[in-house]
């Protein structure tokens, strides 16, 4: 799986967790909906840390608690 992958994953794991839909998220986090979209359908191949730590907001997390997941282990690169 790569980080893009990974992080996609993430982002709708912790929205099912939390029972967030993905508009309250970038409304809570302050982000496009398109910035969001292209991040979590696997577009965007570099999201940045900084738009990663805002949709973490959103979700109502800490960064170390959204990549605090198995999921993160033995990534591949994207290509």
Known sequence: MTISE????????????????????????????????????????????VNINRIADGLGVTIREFYDSDIFDDLEPDE
């Open 6 to 49: 990974a992080t996609s994953y993430r982002i709708t794991e912790l929205c099912k967790e939390k029972k967030l839909s993905g508009y309250s998220v970038t409304y809570k986090a302050g982000i496009p909906a398109s910035t969001y979209k292209s991040i979590v359908n696997g577009k965007s191949k570099n999201p940045g840390i």
